[in-house]
């Protein structure tokens, strides 16, 4: 460097060394002063914050500690509770289970006794139906004997019914004796009022021949006229057996073999 150029010294370049060297120091003493502050404030920071965090853990744990209890204490009592439900429940599921045995017995009982009685309901249902036949039997044997005449008019055979409802058989059917009947009567329903039907008029025979006779005669006359007005002359057959020979029943295919003649439908009922 030219000498020119050089710089001069300062009025104080003739100061010492060590002076320049306390000059430069002080802003050093600064610096820690700041940081000594910086450490206490931190510190003071710290004591604080571990202050506030000992508190709040205390805090902490005094809750958790009541909490604890509290739970522990609802816990004994709900245990306390269930356990008086379930001896509760434990008793009534004895008291249903013995209701149920007795009721098993009961059933077991009622079991048998049904099967019991539908052994006798099956025996006494043979019984009936055998009673029935032997009711139907004897109806239709005791009505062998007896026609009914249907359209005969009212008033006729008022008065000694069996002589003229003979007479009236001899006229009809132009027989050549005077049939013997041993009763004759109308039927039961009440005398009907004028324009009605008159009632049937029942008849028995006393010879059961003289029956047979008519009816085949009866068939095979065609109408039958008495004062210009056509009656009928039927056997008199039980319900069950007219309700069999009605046309379209499941047994009119078997009766109607029977109704060939007059005979064979008397053999019938």
Not at 197 to 209: E, L, S
């Amino acid at each position: 460097m030219p000498k020119s150029q050089r710089s001069k010294p300062g009025p104080n370049a003739t100061d010492s060394p060590e002076k320049v060297t306390a000059e430069s120091t002080e802003p050093l003493s600064d610096t820690q002063t700041i940081m000594a502050a910086l450490k206490r404030t931190e510190q003071c920071v710290l004591n604080k914050i571990d202050s506030t965090v000992t508190a709040a853990v205390g805090e902490l744990h005094t809750k958790i500690d009541n909490l604890s209890r509290d739970l522990r204490s609802e816990i004994s009592n709900v245990r306390t509770e269930f356990t008086k439900v379930v001896e509760d429940v434990k008793k009534e599921n004895a008291t249903f289970v013995m209701r149920i045995g007795d009721l098993e017995e009961g059933a077991n009982g009622y079991a048998n006794r049904v099967v019991e009685l539908e052994a006798k309901v099956t025996t006494l249902s043979s019984q009936v139906n055998r009673l029935v036949d032997k009711t139907e039997d004897l109806e239709s044997r005791q009505r062998r004997d007896n026609c009914r005449l249907v359209g005969v008019a009212e008033g006729v055979g008022n008065i000694r019914p069996e002589k003229a409802i003979a007479q009236l058989l001899q006229d009809a059917l132009s027989l050549d004796y005077t049939p013997t009947l041993d009763r004759a009567h109308r039927g039961l329903q009440p005398k009907p009022a004028g324009g009605d039907a008159p009632r049937p008029i029942i008849i028995k025979f006393h010879y059961f021949q003289e029956k047979a006779d008519i009816i085949r005669k009866a068939m095979g006359a065609g109408p039958i006229f008495h004062n210009v007005k056509r009656f009928y002359i039927y056997p008199d057959s039980t319900l069950s057996i007219v309700k069999m020979s009605e046309y379209g029943s499941p047994e009119w295919p078997f009766l109607k073999l029977f109704i060939t003649s007059p005979l064979n439908l008397l053999e019938v009922v």
